[in-house]
């Protein structure tokens, strides 16, 4: 009789599972269906306005005018899968450091990253400095940019391996970083000319304008190198956030996976703000999203996460088109009028719930 029950409650779970496992793909589902939706609406919009009709039979290569063909894939689209790239990758990238950290308010943008990436693109905007061999004079914001995100990622890192380093000091540390960079990019705006101030200014702001099919390959190409090796680390990432002497007891090297999430998701992140400038909060917001939704089991939470980050981004794009009509607002603008009231929500419910 025993082992019968026990056959029965063994079913009754995988059944209970099974159901909770669709209900998250349906939820992925929704995410799919509501991203694709804002795309479509992304390339409609524009200083010239164009129905649905007219956007999907250009996308279909259907008959429609040139100039619409010509607007929406060699001006629009680029943009609009720019923000589906970037809000994917830093949503994923902010979705990992909160694993990987312990803690609701670890993104690129919280750890100093954005604004690392920031100062690296006014040392070529204002002195002309450039982290690049003579001859790459084309790519020298961007990679700029790269490389300090990189250096701001490396010195976290290692900072972080000292004694008694906990993960509320590393975000501790990522903050002060912030202040650092912010402080020497004014000082750089100070002394910059007209020109240069303007475009520094722009930069930091935040804008998918920039976007061209070789940024946007990139930046795609980096996002689906790095997925895999997310992936397959699913089951150490959750069991992580079941804290670090649990995680160890299962066999995982707990300092070996930071370092590698750590890494990787510096990389993911670096690339992106290099093209697109300032964007904050898609890393802190999409991942929340997703959490609410799937929970914690990263074979949900982290294709949730890109979903989330994707559709958010894309969102502000639509509405950094539609607040002001006939001009389009930088999109780390509208991200900021979207992030920082989430942002103190999430920092007051903090206090009340164990994160």
């Not at 697109?276 to 991942?287: A, D, N, S, W």
């Amino acid at each position: 009789m025993s082992t019968a029950l026990q056959a029965d409650s063994i079913a009754e779970g995988r059944g209970a599972y099974r159901r909770l496992a669709r209900r998250k793909l349906v939820l992925l589902g929704v995410l799919a269906a509501l991203l694709l939706a804002s795309l479509v609406a992304d390339l409609t919009l524009g200083p010239a306005r164009y129905s649905y009709t007219e956007v999907v039979r250009a996308l279909l290569g259907l008959d429609v005018p040139l100039s619409v063909s010509v607007v929406v894939w060699e001006i629009r689209l680029p943009v609009a899968l720019m923000a589906v790239v970037v809000g994917a990758a830093l949503a994923v990238s902010g979705a990992q450091m909160q694993t990987v950290l312990n803690n609701p308010l670890a993104s690129p943008f919280t750890l100093g990253i954005s604004a690392a990436a920031g100062f690296g693109a006014a040392l070529g905007f204002v002195l002309g400095v450039s982290l690049l061999p003579a001859g790459w004079s084309a790519w020298t914001i961007p990679a700029n940019a790269f490389l300090s995100a990189m250096g701001c990622s490396l010195l976290i890192h290692f900072l972080s391996k000292r004694r008694g380093m906990t993960t509320e000091t590393i975000v501790l540390l990522g903050i002060a970083l912030v202040f650092t960079f912010n402080a020497a990019l004014s000082a750089l705006e100070f002394i910059a000319s007209e020109q240069a101030l303007a475009a520094v200014v722009f930069w930091t702001m935040g804008s998918l304008g920039r976007t061209t099919w070789v940024k946007l390959g990139i930046a795609t190409l980096v996002l689906v190198a790095i997925w895999p090796l997310f992936a397959r680390q699913a089951w150490a990432l959750t069991a992580l956030r079941l804290g670090e002497h649990k995680a160890a007891s299962f066999g995982i090297q707990v300092g070996r996976l930071r370092l590698q999430t750590i890494l990787l998701v510096s990389a993911l992140a670096s690339i992106c703000v290099s093209f697109v400038g300032t964007i904050g909060f898609i890393g802190l917001v999409g991942p929340h999203i997703a959490r609410m939704l799937v929970g914690e089991d990263q074979r949900f939470f982290l294709p949730a996460s890109a979903l989330a980050g994707a559709l958010v981004l894309s969102a502000a794009s639509v509405l950094s088109k539609s607040i002001i009509p006939g001009l389009i607002l930088p999109i780390g603008v509208v991200t900021a009028l979207v992030g920082v009231p989430f942002f103190f929500s999430l920092i007051l419910s903090t206090r009340s719930r164990p994160w």
